[in-house]
């Protein structure tokens, strides 16, 4: 009888120890990713609206360029100059770093329109999680780069 309530709580605590392996194992496995990246994202370079369309408005027609982005071309290209070298990040052996140009195009886009993150994904080409992570960095840097300039502080009472 003894021996048999051994078994029994030895087979039962093995059963334990299994199901809790089973668990750990379970929650280690991660899913199997379908694609790195989605292909229609792949194909930017072909179909985006930085690569295509704005260098189309830019050199055929400014007015829609400065409607699209709400900047002149060459204020566009100015404000890339100051501040691409902030907000330039480094490319990877797993990825190519989107490019400041099109991350600034997308802020001004969406600080136009307020389209949301995941409409300005399909036109531009770039994953929303992506434009969800720069924005926030593009606009501090805008503001940090030009504030100076364009929004002067009053110092005096008849500045104010």
Known sequence: MHHRRLRLVNALLQADILNQQNAINVRRRRRQRRWWVRPWILRRPAYGHFEHLMVELRIE????????VRFEPDMFQELVDRVSP???K???NFRKA???GLKIAITLRYLA???TSKSLGYGFRVAYNSICLFLPEVCRVIVQVLADEVM???T???EW
């Not at 027609?61 to 699209?68: E, H, I, V, Y």
């Open 98 to 100: 989107l490019e400041p």
């Open 86 to 88: 902030i907000i330039a």
């Open 90 to 92: 480094q490319d990877t």
């Open 113 to 115: 329109t307020g389209e």
């Open 152 to 154: 002067k502080t009053p």
């Open 61 to 68: 027609d400014p007015a829609s360029f400065q409607n699209f």
């Open 156 to 158: 005096t009472p008849d």
